[in-house]
C-alpha cells in the first residue's frame, strides 16, 4: 500500500509541475490551486488503488477513497491526518500506517516481517483481548481520543485455514472484540463501524505459512467525521 500511494504522489507532482509551467496558473488564487491539484488527486489515487487492487475488494481503502473530500478542504484535512498517521507510528512501532488520500489505513499483522508480534494479535482459533493486545490498543486510544473528530473503520480478516463459514465467524469475534475494547476505553460507539470478511481478502497469498499470518489481521481506515470537513470547508472559504 506504501508503494500504492507513492505512485499517486509521483503522478501528483507530475501535475503540479505542469501546472507551475503555465502562465495562467501564476494568476490562479491558492484555493483555486488547492481545487485543481485536490480533484486531480482523488482521481489519481482512486485509479491507482483499483489498478493495484484488481478483482480483490479492499473494503479499507475503498472506504478512505469514498470519503475524499478533495480541493483545499481535502489538503486541510491530510495536514491533520499526516499528524494522527505520525503519532500512531511513534505509540505503536509495531503497526502498518499508511497515508492514503485524505485518511489513514492501519493494519495489525499477527506478526511483523522478522517473526516479532505485531501488537493486535490472537491466538490460534481465539478472539479474546490479551494483555500485549491491551497494550496496544491503549495506546490507540490515546491517539482517537487526541483526534476526536474521526470516523474510524475496523475490520477482521483471516487466512484460508479451515471453512470459510468458520473464518467469516472468527473474524467477525475479533474485530467486535477490538471494538468492544475500543468502546470500553472511551471511544465513542458513533465513531465505529464494525466489519468482517473473514477470508475473502487476503493480502497476500495464502500458500505459506508467512503469507497466512500476513492475513490473519485486523486494519482499520481512519476518516475525518462532518465536524472535521465542516471546518475545513469553512477554513478552506477563508483562503
Known amino acids: 500500500m506504501k508503494q500504492i500511494f507513492g505512485k499517486a504522489v ?15 496558473t501564476k494568476r490562479m488564487s491558492k484555493k483555486d490551486k488547492g481545487v485543481v491539484i485536490g480533484t486531480t488527486g482523488g482521481a489519481v489515487i482512486g485509479g491507482v488503488i483499483g489498478n493495484n487492487v484488481g478483482n480483490k475488494k479492499n473494503t479499507a481503502l475503498g472506504a478512505i477513497i469514498g470519503a ?8 486541510l484535512i491530510g495536514n491533520k491526518m499526516d499528524k ?9 512501532p509495531g503497526a502498518e500506517v ?13 506478526k511483523n516481517p522478522d517473526g516479532s508480534k505485531a501488537g493486535v494479535y490472537f491466538a490460534t482459533e481465539m478472539y479474546n483481548i490479551n494483555s500485549n493486545s491491551k497494550l496496544a490498543l491503549d495506546k490507540l486510544v490515546k491517539v482517537f481520543n487526541a483526534y476526536p473528530e474521526t470516523n474510524i473503520l475496523i475490520e477482521g480478516h483471516t487466512d484460508n485455514a479451515g471453512t470459510e463459514t468458520y473464518n467469516e465467524t472468527l473474524s467477525k469475534r475479533r474485530a467486535d472484540a477490538v471494538g468492544n475494547y475500543l468502546k470500553s476505553a472511551s471511544i465513542t460507539g458513533s465513531r465505529l463501524t464494525i466489519n468482517h470478511y473473514g477470508e475473502t481478502q487476503p493480502k497476500v497469498d495464502n500458500s505459506t505459512d508467512a503469507g497466512k499470518a500476513e492475513n490473519r489481521r485486523v486494519e482499520f481506515a481512519i476518516t475525518a467525521n462532518d465536524k472535521m470537513k465542516e471546518a475545513a470547508a469553512k477554513e478552506a472559504a477563508n483562503q
Request: proline share 0%.
Open 68 to 75: 475524499v473530500v478533495g480541493g483545499v478542504a481535502g489538503g
Open 98 to 110: 499508511t497515508r492514503v488520500g485524505e485518511g489513514i489505513n492501519v493494519t495489525f499483522n499477527e
Open 10 to 24: 509521483v503522478t501528483l507532482a507530475g501535475a503540479m509541475i505542469i501546472f507551475s509551467g503555465c502562465d495562467s
Open 84 to 92: 494522527q498517521a505520525e503519532a500512531i507510528k511513534s505509540e505503536i
